[in-house]
């Protein structure tokens, strides 16, 4: 599914307008229509409940006055609250307005901070509110007594239905103008918006349901924005069921440079997490004083001894066997635990600029690289990178507030420049590839804040990649399959507690689950 801006958003219904003929009223009452079907789903027993309708005098406004129609037609008690004078609606709003004084629906015009004191004992014995006062064109912060009142209906305590996107909220952002509706549930039309999805968007969008209005495919094909929604029937296309005469020599083999003193664990999860996800055969090259550890915490992996610079960290005198070690493996994934000893920064490098097979980095192989990242653009095979939001802002230098406020563009920057495929960690991870194409992930929960998630996932990508898919899709699948684990475990153990080799164990089921449903 798209993910949208409020500009093509807008050029989708422009051109549904004007190429394919469906006129703007029809889509208004498309939309009326079917966010009032949400709305009555979402609250199903509404006897005796007033319900109030703020509104704008725009086309957001216009839903809302659809919404008033369709829900007093059912004998519910409705009251509109115009954020206006009625005078200046015009349009297709207009029309829907005066169809609302045909059924005698109560207008109440708030046109300034003295008609909002005089109504406010009207609006105070509101039971449930609809909010439709901006839409998704507002891109500025909220002021005047637009936002007392949105102050106000926040602070009633009483559930709040947005329409289309949650007033005050920037649509391609996630980021709040000052002041903010919170709602419960959001009814959006014909595709999700960007400031939906992303965080703090996601927190005022309450439960989004997406209503079709009517947008042909092919209008919004033409449009095409290079953003979705990671979906599961979406991974289920990539999923390949596995030839009966399959054997552990046709599945693939990893290698995995890992691991430094204090810090076996995380090349341990990453070698594990590979096979989890289907590896055939997997190599952990560890440091050599450290083997003897890893052996003990891997035993369907291999583990090779490699020389150490120092005690229990990896240099440039492990670089020969690394690469005499590549013949016949499938992928190459580099970084969690591996420290970031000068030695170490030397061998990372070397060995992006010449691995001829794809190669996942993480962790602390993303730190050693850090202000010299056009090493990335010598890379001899494609490359995986899957940075946190604090390694994110060490590989652009800039700060992680910079990258949270916003995350599709620091990933889609990245992977442009660099030709790398993007995986930004976090609450609604970004996946972006080398051709601007962007992906949002919507799977996981906050029990992932907990030390090794990211070692599984790179263990999960790396594992794929060596199976033979595609960065692309090892990267989706990957991210997509950890966080729908995690969501499993918190359904059965609990929000908080799981750890990281859970969720590594929970991976065979989520994919079991995935080809035999696809849910």
């Not at 009223?25 to 007033?50: C, H, Q, W, Y």
């Not at 014995?125 to 901006?134: C, E, K, L, P, S």
């Not at 439960?207 to 919004?220: E, F, N, S, Y």
């Not at 790398?420 to 609450?427: D, M, R, S």
């Amino acid at each position: 599914m798209y993910l949208v801006s409020a500009d093509e958003m807008r050029e989708m219904d422009r051109l549904t307008m004007e190429s394919f003929g469906v006129p703007g009223r029809i889509l208004m009452e498309n939309a009326g229509k079917g966010a009032t079907e949400v709305f009555l789903s979402t609250f199903p027993d509404l006897s005796g409940s007033r319900i109030g309708i703020v509104a704008g005098r725009g086309n957001n406004g216009g839903d809302g006055f659809v919404i008033a129609r369709y829900l007093a037609q059912k004998g519910l008690r409705v009251t509109l609250f115009l954020l206006a004078d009625r005078n200046d609606v015009s349009g297709d709003a207009e029309t829907n307005l005066y169809l609302t004084d045909l059924l005698k629906i109560p207008v109440i015009e708030i046109k300034h901070m003295d008609s909002f004191n005089a109504g406010k004992a009207e609006m105070t014995a509101q039971d449930i509110w609809i909010d439709a006062i901006f839409g998704t064109g507002l891109n500025s912060d909220v002021r005047g007594y637009f936002k007392e009142i949105i102050d106000f209906i926040n602070h009633r305590g009483r559930p709040v239905f947005s329409v289309d996107i949650p007033s005050g909220l920037n649509a391609d952002t996630g980021k709040a103008g000052g002041v903010c509706i919170q709602a419960h549930t959001t009814a959006t039309f014909a595709f999700p918006k960007i400031g939906h999805i992303l965080y703090p968007g996601a927190k005022y969008t309450g439960k989004l349901h997406v209503v079709d209005i009517g947008i042909p495919p092919h209008i919004a094909d033409r449009v095409a924005p290079a953003r979705y929604l990671l979906n599961a029937a979406k991974i289920k296309e990539s999923l390949s069921p596995r030839s009966p005469e399959a054997h552990k020599g046709s599945t693939g083999h990893l290698m995995v440079v890992s691991g430094s003193t204090g810090k076996t664990g995380a090349a341990a999860l990453t070698a594990v997490s590979a096979m989890r996800s289907g590896a055939g055969l997997v190599t952990l090259g560890i440091p050599k004083g450290l083997n003897r550890v890893a052996e003990t915490l891997v035993l369907e992996a291999m583990t090779l001894p490699l020389p150490e610079n120092g005690e229990g960290f990896l240099g440039e005198s492990a670089y020969d066997e690394i690469i005499k070690q590549l013949s016949g493996k499938q992928c190459l994934a580099v970084g969690p635990g591996i420290g970031t000893e000068p030695e170490t920064v030397r061998l990372v490098h070397r060995l992006i600029k010449n691995c001829r097979i794809p190669m996942v980095i993480d962790a602390d192989g993303l730190n050693n690289i850090a202000g010299h990242t056009e090493t990335l653009k010598t890379a001899g095979a494609p490359v995986v990178i899957t940075p946190h939001p604090g390694e994110m802002a060490r590989l652009m230098d800039t700060s992680v507030r910079q990258i949270q406020e916003d995350r599709i563009g620091a990933a889609k920057d990245f992977a442009s420049a660099h030709a790398v495929h993007v995986v930004l960690k976090g609450a609604r991870t970004v996946i972006s590839h080398p051709d601007g194409t962007v992906y949002v992930n919507l799977t996981g929960n906050p029990g992932m804040a907990s030390g090794g998630m990211g070692d599984v996932l790179t263990g999960v990508i790396a594992g794929f990649m060596t199976q033979g898919y595609t960065p692309r899709a090892a990267a989706r699948t990957g991210v997509y399959l950890h966080g729908a684990a995690a969501d499993t475990l918190a359904e059965t153990m609990g929000p908080v507690g799981f750890l990281a080799g859970d969720v590594m164990n929970t991976i065979p089921g989520e994919i079991k689950k995935l080809m035999a449903t696809g849910r």
